[in-house]
């Protein structure tokens, strides 16, 4: 029997998950192995143990275990900013005269303005109990960057954040958020690190890219006592962490006996993707239940729908594991598509093993329907979305627009990631029509492809 | 029997509130009328009807009937964001090492940042229920602008922005934001209205104010066919509409038998601080509690604490109805405080006689201490407020570090009008140490006092 359903369904705090779910254990084929670099040999966790704390690289490694207990402390934390809301958008479905049904689990509430957050506390605090006095990233967009900070103002933490050099410029009020919660912001590349001060040498009055920014922060994590190095997606720990929206999901779904038809999700290194599906695919997996997945990503960085699925390397300066991946080859150079956060040329290793299985498809859209479909849904749900979601509200319309053709009630439920707050330097370009699209060529892509390491898998 | 108190106190849709509460009708001494500015007359239904819509109108000036049913249509809109978490800092009670109990009302959880859209939907709704085409207001910080943007966007009606020119320029997001909804945001003066043009002649080159983009907002309301004047603060059906925030924070406490003793907010014109205060001050003049409460209003602009009662424009043009409000003078020119929603040289007239009757206090805040109060409720509670939020967050721990001395195990209430995604200037401003602070001195108060109009009350 089902109960009327408010327009955001809002889980209590006692039905909040208490572990995460880490759906490669239950995947018959496993998602293949981090490669050390230097040995071309699986890495181990003691191994990564020098890049990242102990327990994160346990997780980063481990494909049997289905739960990882929450420890209290973050789920403290996530109840500042969590349960999010799971949204039934009455009113998107009414203007699209559509018999679906549309959800979305809004990951935006919250400072940071995106899901990133539910990592970023995650690991976070294993640096802290492990006894570290701090943690290095790189930060793009700023979404990574402002939730690792938060996180590490609450407990205390040093957080030093290498921030690409044109987004340093172009996005201060990022950085300001960043400071503001106190972490120590340097544009990159800097002359902080050896390898910033050679970029720079060699590339006068570079404004920097993230695979420089990476390999900055990887060493300065190396070279300080009591540090180490965290990464906001790509991860198999990241999933787990953001398993979290997809657990939300369900159980907001299973409370009003809901079942979903159609689950949507913006692809940019898989990390709110891979969280959102995950228990979904896990019922797939075990034969429990079927849906259609759509992993949606830009045109102009296609890594699922044109990639090729090989060994590659996850940063440009070639310092961190090889992955097994769907990728566009790591000199890929993205355009300067504005959604920030889907800018990268590979995707994670469990969603790309789990797309090459067939349990998902995937789909790519142009920048400016992409802008098109956030504008409506700005005016008719009230929430300005950041680019990077609206990926995923473009084809959840698409797919409700089909529904309004063939009369199918089906149920639509997208992740809406974050908002676009810090967006509107793009919204300026498509409120005044002076967006453009991109879609590389096949002599580019070709070109990225031969550059692959040629690992034999 | 107390229920255990969770983080966040979400009301069911079916406990929101379907009324507005008039707390003028309880007042035995009632809000002295408005007065046509030509007549100097208590201004008539039909007088204000060529401003305002005429239902608008009507709620302006009754002071009798204690409740107006919340239309569906605004119900539903409501719906979209409301009902807003009441929230119990316990990480902020934590770092105070205070034995009080701290809630707030987070009213920054939808793309306008701000409380501001509980009045904008309300006025959109009934200028749309009596067929016209649009509306026009003005802006200074543009909370309200982008609220009434959005709810126009909803509703289709035309909506028509006169920014502040310096904030136009200085605030390009914020302007986007209100363009991505379809308003039309024109910088003020400008050379579309009469006194625009005159101004632009009289002071070439004028940054402008907000009484100068009231004058042109209203001028173009009234030649134009179809269209009328809306306004975000300051006017009595403003705080009818805000009381949804103070009857959720009443039914969110009363659900889990908390009993406030101390609620506190900050006080620009007093939409938020008259909405949230609206039903506890209704039960103190009814004789049903008691209650402590306190107005923040920054030192720079302290028209409760240091202004006079007296009638005075509500507009530098003195276009609109004279209101008997605290005071500084309309010729009163704050100081560049960046809590623009502060800004204003007056008071809501039933704050004010409210204020004069001793059922609430004023305190006045200087900048520098406001952010960093701001600051630190920022990394604890994971929020990062509005300078003009951040007001009642500095109160609230003076008041929470009383509680330190004397071990009272008060219970503190307070305000959280919304988020500073906007005002990172401000913010990098204050991370840089270069943050002022400034008082008006009593030769610039008796000087601005003297321009009074002389009014027999």
Chains 1, 2 share one sequence.
């Not at 071309?40 to 690289?57: H, M, Q, R, W, Y």
């Not at 699922?304 to 594991?321: H, I, M, N, Q, S």
Request: charged letters at 20%.
């Amino acid at each position: 029997m089902k109960k009327e359903i408010p327009y955001k369904i809002y889980l209590e705090e006692q039905e909040m998950p208490k572990a995460w779910y880490n759906v490669r254990a239950d995947m018959k084929k496993k998602p293949a192995p981090l490669l050390n670099p230097e040995t071309l040999k699986p890495i181990t966790v003691k191994e990564l143990s020098g890049i990242f704390c102990e327990e994160l690289a346990k997780q980063e490694l481990d494909d049997v275990t289905p739960y990882f207990d929450i420890p209290e402390e973050i789920r403290n934390f996530y109840r500042m900013y969590r349960p999010s809301p799971l949204v039934r958008a009455y009113c998107l479905e009414e203007k699209l005269e559509t018999p679906a049904h549309i959800y979305y689990k809004f990951e935006g509430n919250n400072t940071s303005g995106s899901h990133k957050l539910n990592s970023a506390i995650a690991q976070a605090y294993y640096a802290k109990r492990q006894g570290l006095r701090g943690v290095t990233t790189e930060t793009g967009a700023g979404q990574w960057g402002t939730a690792l900070s938060m996180a590490c103002a609450y407990l205390g933490l040093d957080c030093q954040v290498y921030m690409v050099k044109c987004s340093y410029e172009q996005k201060p009020f990022r950085r300001e958020v960043m400071r503001t919660y106190g972490a120590n912001v340097t544009p990159s590349p800097s002359m902080t690190t050896e390898v910033g001060r050679r970029i720079n040498a060699q590339f006068p009055g570079t404004s920097g890219s993230l695979g420089c920014a990476i390999s900055e922060a990887v060493e300065a994590a190396m070279g300080q006592e009591g540090y180490r190095y965290v990464l906001g997606s790509v991860l198999n720990q990241v999933l787990l962490h953001q398993s979290v929206i997809g657990l939300e999901t369900k159980a907001a779904l299973d409370k009003y006996g809901i079942k979903a038809d159609t689950i949507i999700g913006c692809a940019g290194g898989g990390s709110n993707l891979g969280g959102l599906i995950s228990p979904f695919a896990g019922q797939m997996l075990k034969g429990e239940a079927d849906y259609e997945i759509i992993a949606v990503e830009p045109a102009s960085c296609p890594s699922l729908t044109r990639g090729v699925y090989a060994y590659d390397f996850c940063d440009t300066g070639k310092v961190c594991p090889l992955s097994k991946m769907y990728t566009l080859g790591s000199s890929f150079i993205p355009s300067a598509n504005h959604s920030g956060g889907l800018r990268y040329h590979g995707m994670s290793s469990t969603v790309s093993e789990l797309y090459d299985q067939g349990l998902l498809i995937a789909r790519s859209v142009e920048q400016t329907e992409v802008f098109k479909a956030a504008q409506m849904f700005a005016k008719v749900e009230g929430i300005l979305p950041a680019p990077e979601s609206s990926h995923a509200i473009k084809v959840a319309v698409d797919e409700a627009l089909k529904c309004r053709e063939t009369g199918e009630e089906r149920t639509i439920v997208f992740g809406l990631t974050g908002t676009g707050y810090f967006d509107m330097v793009a919204y300026q370009k498509f409120n005044d029509g002076q967006m453009s699209d991109y879609i590389p060529t096949e002599e580019e892509l070709e070109k990225s492809f031969a550059a692959l390491p040629h690992i034999p898998v």
